[in-house]
Structure formats: C-alpha cells, structure tokens
Nanobody, 124 residues
Framework: VQLQASGGGLVQAGGSLRLSCAAS????????WGWFRQAPGKERKFVAG????????YLGDAAKGRFTVSRGTDRNTVFLQMNSLKSEDTAVYYC??????????????????WGQGTLVTVSS
C-alpha cells in the first residue's frame, strides 16, 4: 500500500492548513493512522494519530489545543487540521499507517507504511 500525503504549503503564523493522506488502493486491511513531522536538523516526532476501531485520537504535546486528526468515512483517508500555526511547526509532515491488529503506539518503528512527506512552512 502506498500513502499519498498532500496539503502542505506556505502559511503565515496564526494561519491554518489541512493535510490529507490517502491509501493508494482499497484494501481490507485495517489501519491505525499517524502523523509525524521532521523539522530541519531534528528527529522525526509524533504529531497526532487515530485508531482504527473506535477512532481514538492521540495528540502529541505540540498538537494539543491546535491540531485535530480525523478520518474519512471509508477510514482509508486521514486528515490533520492544523490551526494557529507557529514558525516552530515548520517541518516535513509524514502520514503513516499501522496494521491495526498491532496495539496502538506513537513509536514510528511500529508503523508499517509511510507517505512521501509534505512540507509545511510557517512564516513569522
């Protein structure tokens, strides 16, 4: 399965962006979804995620109060709504999918599939 992320771009501080990620094909596999980001010169970090079965939402510290994560009705599309963006949110954002029989984790090593990344640049 390939993941296609989109929606990145240049935005002023305080603005909003909505990232999308879709699986390239319909499958019967069930996925937990996650969003990660990697700022220049820094390690990739967990941003937000949502589980397959009940849609439980997990937010990293940087996302709390500003970002929300949701799924499409078919659960094979995931969105990251980012509000009140700050310059420190500038990063490449990656979506990732984890086969859902696996227990949810925020560790990137637990995710099976990754999108190509989409660049978000927040100007101050």
């Amino acid at each position: 399965v390939q993941l296609q992320a989109s929606g990145g771009g240049l935005v002023q501080a305080g603005g909003s962006l909505r990232l999308s990620c879709a699986a390239s094909e319909r499958t019967s596999t069930r996925y937990h979804w996650g969003w990660f980001r990697q700022a220049p010169g820094k390690e990739r970090k967990f941003v937000a995620g949502i589980t397959w079965t009940f849609g439980y939402v997990y937010l990293g510290d940087a996302a709390k109060g500003r970002f929300t994560v949701s799924r499409g009705t078919d659960r094979n599309t995931v969105f990251l709504q980012m509000n009140s963006l700050k310059s420190e949110d500038t990063a490449v954002y990656y979506c990732a999918a984890m086969n859902s029989p696996r227990q949810w984790s925020t560790s990137e090593s637990k995710f099976d599939y990754w999108g190509q990344g989409t660049l978000v640049t927040v100007s101050s």
